[in-house]
């Protein structure tokens, strides 16, 4: 069974409606898969304490009251009616995200090089990115729901950061401080080391606040697709912050950075994973 249909028979589970095959293939899914078990056990506990809490009395004519306001009341949207609100919320998110982190990490670049078009079209597909990506954020599944979530607040960060830490600021520090020997193993292993907790540290942050869902799995398959989605919607802001610098530090740099991009998502749920568990 996959964790769609799962979702969708929770309901049904929790008030005995489901029964033979059905309830049993849930069942063994439900002991699988711990996302799913999560979601069985939440609806439990909500289901336990409405059926624990009291109704107070109702007001007199509250009958004639409800009737005279559901007159009054607009209907709730068709699922035909819903649809076009699941495709203009995220691509509208999508366009704010996107404009902020055009004014954000342009704007953090002393000598910005790209001219006015492509840097519209870098914004327009980033757009698309952030979009795709808050839809996946808005998704029913709890798996694409985290995956999405620790991305987005990761490149968020990132961002939000740019007019403090651009990746030109800090190789210009880095520079400056082993005085501009450029080929050297010790600026090279520097920029490697920046650029690792340039996303690194983002990654990390994020994963541990909102990837707990993806340890389900495998922690490190779960990390590595959070950091490869990461790694997208960042790349962007760092065409932008690098297209002024010399190819070769930017290598070390970026080398550095991808690596940090991958691996901080899975520190960061491992880390999570082990707090929970200590709690527990
Ligand atoms: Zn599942």
């Known amino acids: 069974m996959e964790c769609d249909k799962a979702y969708d028979l929770l309901v049904e589970r929790r008030y005995g409606h489901l029964q033979g095959s059905v309830r049993d293939e849930l069942t063994s899914h439900l002991e699988r898969c711990e996302a799913c078990g999560i979601e069985a056990t939440s609806l439990d506990e909500l289901a336990s304490t409405l059926d624990r809490w009291q109704l107070p009395d109702p007001p007199p004519r509250l009958a004639a009251l409800a009737v005279k306001r559901s007159f009054n009341q607009p209907r709730h949207p068709t699922a035909a009616e819903a649809r076009p609100a699941r495709v203009f919320v995220p691509l509208g998110l999508g366009l704010a995200a996107a404009a902020l982190s055009m004014i954000l990490v342009a704007g953090s670049v002393p000598r910005l090089s790209i001219p006015a078009l492509p840097l519209g079209l870098i914004g327009a597909v980033w757009a698309a990115m952030y979009g795709a990506a808050f839809a996946q954020a808005l998704h029913r599944e709890l798996r694409m729901r985290a ?25 210009d520090t880095c520079r400056h401080f082993f005085a501009g020997a450029r080929g050297s193993f010790g600026l090279n292993l520097l920029l490697f080391v920046a650029g690792g907790l340039y996303t690194g540290i983002p990654i990390f942050v994020s994963a541990a606040t909102c990837g707990r869902a993806l340890e389900t799995t495998s922690v490190i398959r779960g990390g590595s697709h959070a950091g490869v989605l990461f790694a997208i919607l960042i790349a962007p802001a760092v065409y932008i912050q690098c297209a002024a610098l010399a190819l070769g530090l930017v290598a070390t740099w970026m080398a550095g950075s991808l690596l940090a991009a991958v691996a901080g998502p899975t520190a960061g749920i491992w880390v999570a994973a082990r707090i929970a568990a200590r709690q527990a």
Do not use: D, M, Q
């Not at 995956?147 to 190789?171: D, H």
């Open 147 to 171: 995956l999405a979530r620790t991305a987005l607040l990761g490149a968020g960060l990132v961002v939000l950061a740019a007019p403090v830490l651009s990746i030109p600021s800090v190789v």
